[in-house]
């Protein structure tokens, strides 16, 4: 296992999805294993419009190669319309080299989300999210009720990934949200752990 690491790749608008992969990192890295984190670009509707290669601050921009070698992959957006947001599916669309050549087959996979209304389109999010993934032929892992908090929250977390709801006053992530993201890290950690085994 030396060298294998889980790829928590993410765009974060607000910061609180961010937050989310900061704390799946986290639980990632409580199993031994390296949590690489990494975010995308955003895009833009001139085209001739980019991005530096670097972001100014924060983790690097994913590269293709990061999603090919890594041992898993936790993968979060902001819920837009109920649904990932573009700069996240503009990165997936440029990997049908990896669907073809199969590197993702056989690897634990898992999402995440932060929409700023409770019946904001989280678990629609979520499932859109998982579609690329399946179609890469990857393992989908959610969130058992064995977590405890799962039953408890009062605000983001769902069966189907970590999740973080804002609200009006853009409230930042709470303890329960913070806790099943960490749970969410450690649980595809522990999964690519047995599938390198």
């Known amino acids: 296992m030396s060298g294998a690491y889980i790829l928590v790749l993410y765009y974060s608008r607000h910061g609180a999805t961010e937050t989310l992969a900061k704390h799946i ?4 890295e409580q199993t ?10 955003s895009v833009s509707a001139v ?3 980019s991005e530096d290669e670097i972001p100014e601050h ?15 992959l936790v993968m979060g957006s902001p819920t837009r319309f109920g649904n990932m947001a573009a700069p ?39 499932l859109t999210m998982m579609m690329p993934l399946l179609h890469h032929g990857m393992l989908i892992a959610g969130i058992p009720y064995s977590e405890a908090a799962l039953t408890s929250t009062e605000s983001g977390g769902t069966p ?8 009006q006053s853009g ?8 806790e099943l993201a960490a749970a969410l ?5 522990n999964l690519s752990k047995k599938l390198l085994n």
């Not at 990192?25 to 990632?28: C, D, E």
Request: proline letters at 3%; hydrophobic letters at 35%.
């Open 58 to 72: 924060g983790p690097l921009y994913a590269t293709e190669d990061d999603l090919r070698h890594c041992a898993g």
């Open 185 to 189: 890290g450690k649980r595809v950690a």
């Open 160 to 167: 189907y990934g970590a999740s973080h709801v804002a609200g």
């Open 88 to 126: 996240l599916k503009y990165f997936l669309d440029g990997t049908s080299g990896l669907w073809m050549s199969g590197a993702l087959i056989g690897k634990p996979a898992s999402v995440f989300t932060s929409s700023a209304s409770l019946h904001g389109g989280q678990e629609s999010t979520l």
């Open 32 to 41: 031994g294993l390296e949590a690489r984190v990494r975010t995308v670009p």
């Open 25 to 28: 990192a986290r639980g990632v």
């Open 171 to 178: 409230r930042v992530v709470d303890e329960t949200e913070l």
């Open 47 to 49: 085209c001739e419009a």
